[in-house]
């Protein structure tokens, strides 16, 4: 391959080149010897350096690997590299650099100074996933130079490594058993299919409970009250809605009110795709998922996690879509929506998708808590906001305020205390 030597200088070479043939002509024209042989010497130092680095034959390879490949946000990562150079021609020195996304933390800049010979480097460099998403490491560049520094040779190798930094998954224990689950009985989900005919089953006596649920038989074996719960016929598929609109959401970065959103949403599907159920994952923009039972369940966690990897805010500005394609499937009877700041109209759009739903539960975040005060909701958009919390709850949806010093282990658990074990 040819280069364009003026292009290979750097700017002290080029400083060089022209001072040096300055001196030249002027030795020349004036007579003086010295200033003549300076001016030559400094002529022909970036020339020979052009010639040696040009003309140099980098035999090198690299192998490249990231561990881990698929981290969690927040997590530290190590990247490898393994260079080998082969040969016994002199190369220069050597600065090697490999292009890092933002995403993952700085680049690394490391120098190898043997001129000649064979060697083999192993390089470790940390990283972090600081951001949500895929990312590609790599190509390594590599600059050839001369020990002036008056010469720069750049020649980049192909190879790259993927990464991928997901949301943060929660382990989320099942829920307890918890009373009001209305005059029909205590429906519980089952992980075998869904359940033929009703079966009676019985549990203490709560307060509020129907006094003609009282299973008298029960009652006077074990000397305290009980009543009838009847386990009804269940489909095991759990509805996720992840609210990604852009504009009902606040702060930046890991710390925002749509990363923990991200992150909610990304532990409950798994916790239910665990739990046996089929899972349906729906955005602002539509479905996400279509969760039909797979043989491998490792396969429907994997879809989650990629997609939830994936996901960014939406410019959407309501749920019409999202209620839209959940309506469409109308699959089981059980939806979690993870949300960000409501208004009326979300309101009314969200009871469309609980229709033949019998439970519907939400995690309301408070985003006013993930930014600073100059960017909170303003006092209008406030109140709106907790009407729509009123209004949902009194449909009947179980509801929690999320604020930005509550875990999504936390808001699960108060979750537990006003709904159903799921």
């Known amino acids: 391959m040819r280069y364009n030597p003026w292009v290979l200088l750097t700017l002290r070479g080029k400083t060089f080149a022209v001072v040096g043939g300055l001196l030249l002509l002027g030795g020349v024209l004036l007579g003086q010897r010295d200033v003549l042989w300076f001016g030559l010497f400094l002529f022909l130092l970036p020339v020979v350096a052009v010639m040696v680095v040009a003309r140099s034959r980098l035999r090198l390879t690299c192998e490249r690997r990231v561990v881990p490949q698929e981290a969690i946000v927040g997590e530290r990562l190590t990247g490898e590299l393994i260079i080998t150079k082969s040969g016994q021609l002199p190369t220069g020195l050597l600065h090697f650099e490999d292009e890092v996304p933002r995403g993952l933390g700085r680049p690394p800049r490391f120098t190898v100074h043997r001129f000649a010979g064979e060697w083999r480097r192993e390089v470790a460099y940390p990283m972090a996933g600081l951001r949500r998403g895929r990312y590609h490491t790599g190509p390594l560049t590599v600059r050839a130079t001369d020990p002036f520094q008056l ?10 490594s993927e990464v991928q930094v997901t949301p943060r998954i929660v382990p989320l224990p099942m829920m307890r058993t918890v009373s009001g689950a209305g005059s029909t009985g205590d429906a519980l989900p089952q992980k075998a299919g869904v359940i033929g005919a009703d079966d009676v089953l019985v549990r203490e006596y709560h307060a509020g409970d129907d006094v003609r649920r009282i299973h008298w038989r029960t009652t006077a074996r074990r000397g305290e009250l009980f009543v009838r719960r ?24 890991r710390g925002s009110s749509f990363e923990w959103a991200v992150s909610a949403a990304a532990s409950i599907a798994l916790h239910f795709v665990d739990s046996g159920f089929r899972v349906d994952l729906f955005d602002a923009d539509g479905a996400m998922i279509h969760g039909e039972r797979l043989v491998q369940a490792t396969v429907t966690r994997q879809q989650i996690v990629d997609e939830m990897t994936d996901v960014v805010t939406s410019p959407r500005s309501t749920l019409t879509r999202t209620v839209e394609h959940a309506s469409l499937s109308q699959r089981g009877q059980l939806m979690v929506c993870v949300l960000g700041r409501l208004t009326r109209g979300d309101v009314e759009v969200l009871l469309g998708a609980q229709r033949n739903r019998t439970r519907c539960f939400a995690f309301i975040l408070d985003t006013d808590t993930f930014t600073s005060r100059a960017e909170r909701s303003t006092p209008e958009q406030y109140d709106e906001h907790r009407a729509a919390i009123d209004r949902l709850h009194n449909v009947g949806w179980r509801t929690i305020e999320v604020t930005a010093e509550m875990g999504v282990a936390d808001a699960w658990a108060n979750l537990d205390r006003v709904g159903e074990y799921v």
Do not use: N
Request: zero cysteines.
């Open 151 to 160: 010469v720069k040779l750049d020649r980049r190798f192909s190879a790259t």
């Open 230 to 253: 009847e386990e009804q016929a269940w489909d095991p598929t759990a509805t996720v809605i992840l609210d990604s609109r852009q504009g009902v959401h606040a702060g930046t970065g």
